[in-house]
């Protein structure tokens, strides 16, 4: 399945996972393939923000769980949610050919839900950028769930495990492994 390497679909029973694994294996490809979309418009110094929006934008599984409403329609969060956002935007890009632009204006009126540190007309770090925002969405995924990390009991995984089964882990998680071997 389309699991993150550190959550393996035989070791965790379907019913601890909190967004099905075969769903995002389904999303995985594109279900319709479009031409060139949107640029974006630069709202004072979010070049930063716009390029991390077109790489989520053509990454299929992302893309494919927005067009259906994945998480807007489990959010349950009064007020400014950042991934159902993150989900309009996407949306919005796909409905759209490359002679619009789009202003990504909802996103960059809230940089500082993403990460308290940025400003808005000041320059950013890209990665640091689509780090926060999948932190963001991960929070918002696993709040949809009805879920905070927090204790397990003897019947249920681990808090950080079923962490990892929300979609956004799913599609950008994983584990780093690495090993030295002396000569």
């Given at each position: 399945?389309?699991?993150?390497?550190?959550?393996?679909s035989?070791?965790?029973?379907?019913?601890?996972?909190?967004?099905?694994a075969?769903?995002?294996g389904?999303?995985?490809?594109?279900?319709?393939?479009?031409?060139?979309?949107?640029?974006?418009?630069?709202?004072?110094?979010?070049?930063?923000?716009?390029?991390?929006?077109?790489?989520?934008?053509y990454?299929?599984?992302?893309?494919?769980?927005?067009?259906?409403?994945?998480?807007?329609?489990?959010?349950?969060?009064?007020?400014?949610?950042?991934?159902?956002?993150?989900?309009k935007?996407?949306?919005?890009?796909?409905?759209?050919?490359a002679?619009?632009?789009?202003?990504?204006?909802?996103?960059?009126?809230?940089?500082?839900?993403v990460?308290?540190?940025?400003?808005?007309?000041?320059?950013?770090?890209?990665?640091?950028?689509?780090?926060?925002?999948?932190?963001?969405?991960?929070t918002?995924?696993?709040r949809?769930?009805?879920?905070?990390?927090?204790?397990?009991?003897?019947?249920?995984?681990?808090p950080?495990?079923?962490?990892?089964?929300?979609?956004?882990l799913?599609?950008?998680?994983?584990?780093?492994?690495?090993?030295?071997?002396?000569?």
């Amino acid at each position: 399945p389309a699991a993150s390497a550190s959550v393996d679909s035989a070791t965790l029973p379907a019913e601890h996972w909190l967004f099905p694994a075969d769903r995002v294996g389904a999303a995985l490809r594109w279900r319709k393939v479009g031409g060139a979309g949107p640029g974006l418009s630069n709202l004072g110094n979010t070049c930063f923000m716009n390029s991390v929006l077109q790489c989520l934008t053509y990454t299929a599984p992302l893309a494919n769980l927005a067009l259906e409403r994945a998480h807007s329609r489990a959010c349950s969060k009064p007020g400014y949610c950042t991934y159902c956002a993150l989900e309009k935007h996407l949306r919005e890009a796909h409905g759209r050919n490359a002679r619009d632009e789009l202003t990504p204006r909802q996103l960059a009126s809230r940089l500082r839900v993403v990460a308290k540190h940025f400003r808005t007309g000041q320059q950013q770090d890209a990665h640091e950028y689509f780090l926060c925002l999948v932190e963001a969405c991960q929070t918002a995924a696993l709040r949809a769930a009805g879920r905070e990390v927090g204790s397990a009991t003897a019947e249920a995984p681990t808090p950080q495990r079923l962490a990892e089964t929300t979609e956004v882990l799913q599609v950008f998680g994983g584990t780093l492994r690495s090993q030295v071997i002396c000569s």
